[in-house]
């Protein structure tokens, strides 16, 4: 395990560490996905978030998350439809 810090620039750029691009193979131009968790940012290759989504636990997170969201709004979708 590498740790490192960078700097966010005023347009909100970072730069990875070169050291860190090549020890996980990073390319200029290749697609990575960040993620917002909780109060942390995590930044995966794309490869690894799209052979995540063949996995049966992916979907079932997304739409446990998705349920819950919709139920969170459920009052304010009903209102919209039968008004009171």
Known sequence: ?????????ERGQIVIPE???NDL???????LVLLEVGDELLLRKE?????EMDDRRFWRAMSEHAFHTGWDK??????QYAPK
């Open 19 to 21: 050291e860190l691009r």
């Open 47 to 51: 490869t690894a978030v799209i052979s």
């Open 1 to 9: 395990m590498k740790m490192r810090t960078v700097v966010l620039n």
């Open 25 to 31: 193979g990073l390319k200029a131009g290749q697609t």
């Open 74 to 79: 459920e009052d304010e979708v009903w209102d």
